[in-house]
């Protein structure tokens, strides 16, 4: 049976108990243990697929297509485990399901309750599809005290309660906060966010604090004692230079072990980190720099573009260079003079994915500057379709090319996706419909044309990639595109959907409609992003 780890955060948000859960799942799998991280977010929404990238960050993409919060991107980074749907649930989730079996009558006449059916319905989550796993670990979003998280906490002090001793283990993030006037580290809010915790019938086994000052002796002793956790249990956290030495810097720190020892396991083997040795040494020890535009739409949230700057990163690592990214408004570029100066610098152009009409003009005038100069251009959902409007207006010759994502338009060469198969079947979608949930969502093969530059970086001529649009190519524009010099060079099987776009008169110029920043890790960096960074390094070296 599975052992569960549940990390819970006190005293503030934004502590990196995301990162810290796939770091200490990557540090349980170097030791050779199977492991899966999972997220509970206490908020109402059914998924994040509907919240805002300034509210939420960017919305991560399973193979099975759920819209999940960004922390699956982490762990699936960090431990190489694709999430899936499972890996994820919502308060609005779980209350969704019971009011649906309410309104069925499943619960015959009962009064339904969040003790026991919210806890039960959060327990159920926690529990299924565990057999095959060492390690399961739960991360709770939010902070100990939030009201909106407290059916999380009490369905983990039930759940630690009713399995087997030392199957379950207690994890706490906490911040140790440097105050300037006093020259020292208080220990205080630690003390009451643990006392927060136990107050809810959950006595954590192993803190972990946060701080950018080395935790003295004294403190870690004093924070044991109050908080009733052994000294070596109290593992300081530094903040970090780079994530990539996070996995590395709380091995050192004791974590796993002191994880393992309050299951009972003291003998565990050491674990492997040679690739994450390999990882930090590419990553601090480059041979170049490239620099690389980012033009799009939610530029001052860097959350809101996470897997794509994260890819960028490992592009990098697979050339042993470090990418700069500059990260550039696509509504100033509606300037044409303001354009130029920003994107001349640069080694290569990326257009990401985004949703809305705002800034769209400035995105195709960077379409249109990289494919005038010659600079590698790299277009990614919205950014391919930008790319395919770009071809038509300025080389196809037809003027009004648009999508009818920003409102009725002449000449539709990007349109509604009324329909596409599935593996459940025909999915069928009309205009005005619901927008949660409802997009061409999770993995869908493609079909690449054998001698295409595509089929040459992916080195073969059927893949799979996560997608997450509403909108399509259409393909009745192919003959058009195409005479213009963009050629189609991925498909979905039945040929009715584009997928690459692709121009063969430039030195690196690629669309594709779905997202590869989803699947590439920092020890296998995904190879349009390597072969893309590695065009920057040759860019670079032309100017
Ligand atoms: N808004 C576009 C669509 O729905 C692109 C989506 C995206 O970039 N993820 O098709």
């Not at 930090?280 to 033009?295: C, K, S």
Request: glycine share 10%.
């Amino acid at each position: 049976m599975a052992r569960f780890i549940f990390i819970t955060g006190g005293v503030v948000s934004s502590l990196g108990k995301g990162l810290m859960a796939a770091s200490l799942a990557a540090l349980l799998q170097a030791r050779g243990y199977k492991v899966r991280i999972r997220k509970f977010d206490p908020y109402l929404n059914v998924d994040p697929g509907t919240m805002s990238p300034y509210q939420h960050g960017e919305v991560y993409v399973t193979d099975d297509g759920a819209e999940t919060d960004l922390d699956l991107g982490h762990y699936e980074r960090f431990t190489g485990v694709a999430a899936r749907q499972s890996d994820n649930v919502t308060s609005g989730r779980i209350y969704q399901q019971i009011i649906q079996k309410e309104r069925r009558g499943d619960y015959l006449g009962a009064t339904v309750q969040v003790i026991p059916h919210v806890t039960d319905a959060i327990k159920e989550f926690a529990l299924a599809e565990t057999d095959d796993l060492d390690f399961v670990l739960c991360e709770i979003g939010g902070t100990v005290g939030d009201i909106e998280s407290l059916p999380f906490m009490e369905a983990i002090r039930q759940l630690r309660n009713e399995l087997p001793r030392l199957s379950t283990v207690s994890v706490h993030v906490t911040l140790v906060p440097f105050i300037a006037a006093a020259g020292e580290l208080k220990t205080k809010p630690t003390q009451h966010s643990v006392r927060e915790l136990a107050a809810l019938g959950i006595q954590p086994d192993v803190l972990l604090c946060r701080s950018e000052h080395p935790l003295p002796d004294s403190d870690r002793a004093k924070i044991a004692q109050f908080c009733n956790v052994r000294a070596e249990a109290v593992i300081p956290a530094l903040d970090a230079a780079s994530i990539y030495e996070v996995p590395m810097q709380y091995h050192a720190e004791g974590l796993d072990d002191e994880v393992l020892r309050a299951f009972g396991i003291g003998d565990a083997r050491d674990p492997d980190l040679t690739r994450w040795y390999d990882v930090l040494d590419r990553y601090q020890n480059p041979e170049g720099e490239v620099t690389i535009g980012v033009v799009g739409k939610y530029v001052v949230l860097q959350d809101a573009y996470k897997s794509l700057r994260e890819a960028l990163v490992h592009g990098g690592l697979a050339n042993r260079v470090k990418v700069n990214i500059r990260w550039l408004d696509a509504e100033l570029f509606e300037d044409a003079d303001e354009l130029a100066t920003r994107l001349e610098p640069l080694d290569a152009i990326l257009v990401p994915g985004g949703f809305g009409e705002r800034g769209s003009e400035g995105k195709i005038a960077s379409v249109r500057y990289a494919r005038e100069n010659a600079i590698p251009f790299f277009g990614i959902c919205l950014g391919m379709q930008m790319a395919c409007i770009e071809g038509a207006r300025n080389v196809s010759g037809i003027a009004r090319a648009s999508t009818t994502e920003f409102g009725d338009c002449e000449e539709p060469v990007v349109g509604l996706i009324t329909e596409w198969m599935s593996e459940e079947g025909l999915q069928k979608r009309e205009a005005g419909g619901d927008l949660g949930g409802t997009m061409r969502l999770g993995a869908y093969p493609a079909r690449l044309a054998p001698n295409s530059h595509v089929a040459s970086v992916y080195g073969t001529t059927e893949i799979s990639e996560r997608h997450r649009h509403r909108y399509e190519v259409n393909v009745h524009y192919r003959d058009a595109l195409e005479k213009g010099g963009l050629v189609f060079s991925g498909e979905s099987p039945d040929g009715e959907l584009p997928e690459i776009v692709e121009r063969p008169d430039h030195p690196w110029f690629i669309g594709v409609q779905f997202h590869p920043e989803l699947k590439s890790k920092p020890f296998d960096p995904h190879p349009l992003f390597a072969s893309f960074v590695a065009a920057a390094v040759k860019q670079s070296r032309l100017v």
